[in-house]
């Protein structure tokens, strides 16, 4: 099962269990719960479920695993040949880390993949 959800103008394809990388939240210490009601698209194996442009009552539970990082440095540099003008600038972006817990898709049929199903060996009594 597989969702697509909306958050600051991005979208994430995700599954229960995956960690997530969003846009800094300045309020979120580990563990505590984040929502995510925009879901655009569930599909749980067959079907698709597509929202006009959202799933209403869909929800995605997810967990803060790390509150807070940083991510790679951007240096901009700017040079204006035989005028000696240079400026150098940086930006390096925070990050908040989340891990999916549930997916709620109200009326959503999941179907069970043959891989998933685990059938016993048959044993030879004697």
Same mark, same amino acid.
């Given at each position: 099962?597989?969702?697509?959800?909306?958050?600051?103008?991005?979208?994430?394809?995700?599954?229960?269990?995956?960690?997530?990388? +969003?846009?800094?939240?300045?309020?979120?210490?580990?563990?505590? &719960?984040?929502?995510?009601?925009?879901?655009?698209?569930?599909?749980?194996?067959?079907?698709?479920? +597509?929202?006009?442009?959202?799933?209403?009552?869909?929800?995605?539970?997810?967990?803060?695993?790390?509150?807070?990082?940083?991510?790679?440095?951007?240096?901009?540099?700017?040079?204006?040949?035989?005028?000696?003008?240079?400026?150098?600038?940086?930006?390096?972006?925070?990050?908040?880390?989340?891990?999916?817990?549930? +997916?709620?898709? &109200?009326?959503?049929?999941?179907?069970?993949?043959?891989?998933?199903?685990?059938?016993? &060996?048959?044993?030879?009594?004697?």
């Amino acid at each position: 099962m597989f969702v697509v959800i909306e958050d600051g103008n991005r979208q994430y394809t995700i599954q229960e269990g995956e960690t997530l990388t +969003i846009d800094y939240r300045a309020t979120a210490k580990a563990g505590d &719960p984040i929502t995510f009601e925009n879901v655009l698209l569930a599909n749980g194996g067959g079907a698709s479920s +597509i929202g006009t442009p959202t799933i209403e009552g869909a929800s995605v539970e997810a967990e803060v695993v790390q509150p807070e990082f940083k991510g790679v440095k951007l240096e901009v540099q700017k040079f204006r040949r035989r005028k000696n003008s240079r400026r150098h600038t940086g930006h390096r972006q925070k990050y908040t880390t989340v891990q999916i817990k549930t +997916i709620n898709v &109200p009326g959503l049929e999941v179907v069970e993949s043959a891989a998933a199903e685990e059938t016993e &060996p048959a044993t030879a009594e004697g």
